[in-house]
C-alpha cells in the first residue's frame, strides 16, 4: 500500500463548481498507522483542513475550510478511492455531499514521491 504522506494533489475537476486550471485548490496530506490529515488551500478557498482515516484505497475524511468570498466556514465529510495512472501518479477520486447534494471530484498527484 503506497503511503500518502507528504504528497500533494491539484483538484483537476468536481461537479460541485468551476475548478480554475491556473490556481487549482491544493492538497497536502500527512498519513500515519491509518490516520490522515492535511491542509489545502487555492481557487475559492482561503484555508481549509481535514483528517480522517483510511482503509486499503479508500480515504474517509471530515473537513472545513473557509471561503476566499468570506462568509460561513464549509463543513462536511467525503469519501475518496485512491487510483494511479500508468505512469505511477496517484488520482483521489471523491463523492461528498453539499447541502445534501451529492458530487464528485477529482484530484490528481502534483509531486510524485
Known amino acids: 500500500m503506497v503511503s500518502l504522506d507528504g504528497r500533494v494533489f491539484d483538484m483537476v475537476s468536481s461537479t460541485a463548481s468551476r475548478v480554475d486550471p491556473d490556481a487549482p485548490t491544493r492538497f497536502v496530506y500527512h498519513e500515519a498507522d491509518g490516520v490522515l490529515w492535511g491542509e489545502y488551500t487555492g481557487d475559492t478557498v482561503a484555508t481549509g483542513r481535514f483528517v480522517g482515516t483510511r482503509s486499503g484505497s ?3 475524511v471530515r473537513f472545513v ?5 468570506g462568509g460561513e466556514p464549509v463543513a462536511g465529510g467525503a469519501s475518496s478511492r485512491i487510483e494511479q495512472d500508468h505512469d505511477g501518479r496517484l488520482r483521489l477520486v471523491e463523492d461528498f455531499d453539499v447541502d445534501g447534494v451529492p458530487h464528485l471530484s477529482v484530484c490528481a498527484e502534483v509531486h510524485p514521491s
Open 58 to 60: 479508500i480515504i474517509a
Open 65 to 69: 475550510h473557509a471561503l476566499v468570498s
